[in-house]
């Protein structure tokens, strides 16, 4: 009797965990290249276009850009801020922006029922990644 409530413990216990980690997962924006293009006057530099997708409650980890981002936010709400800066919420039609030295310290969904979308172009220097994770 003993063992069977332990395994049944145990069974639980993964299942929970193995829903944590899923929905960890599922909670992490997908992001789409629209296009990209070279800056014809400026050598070696690109300017890159995507969306970012964000599932409810979805979220980004800290980061940066080193590129120069323009946020136009097409629907939901997101919340914003870098380093040294104050955190915003932005609903659609509002923009933000992130200089080439800015840290994203929060990148979020506001809502947790409802997915948000934004268009990002991005003025960086070419072959650089599009995202730098921060620790």
Same mark, same amino acid.
């Given at each position: 009797?003993?063992? /069977? %409530?332990? #395994? ?6 993964? +299942?929970? =965990?193995?829903? #944590? ?12 290249? =629209?296009? %990209?293009?070279?800056? @014809?006057?400026?050598?070696? @530099? *690109?300017?890159? #276009?995507?969306?970012? *997708? ?22 939901? %709400? =997101? ?5 040294? $800066? @104050? *955190?915003?919420? =932005? ?6 922006? *992130? $200089? ?10 506001? %809502? ?9 172009? +991005?003025?960086?220097? /070419? ?7 921060? @620790?």
């Amino acid at each position: 009797m003993y063992k /069977k %409530s332990v #395994m049944k413990g145990t069974t639980i216990t993964l +299942l929970l =965990l193995c829903l #944590m980690i899923s929905m960890g997962a599922a909670q992490e924006p997908n992001v789409a290249k =629209l296009m %990209s293009k070279d800056l @014809k006057d400026n050598s070696g @530099k *690109e300017a890159v #276009m995507i969306t970012v *997708e964000y599932p409810p409650g979805g979220s980004s980890g800290v980061h940066r850009h080193d590129a120069q981002a323009f946020v136009y936010v097409l629907e939901g %709400s =997101l919340v914003m801020q870098v380093k040294g $800066g @104050k *955190e915003v919420t =932005l609903a659609p039609g509002q923009t933000f922006y *992130e $200089g080439p030295d800015d840290v994203h310290v929060v990148d979020r969904n506001a %809502s947790t029922t409802k997915p948000a979308k934004m268009l990002v172009t +991005l003025l960086k220097d /070419k072959g650089k990644p599009l995202l730098v994770p921060v @620790k």
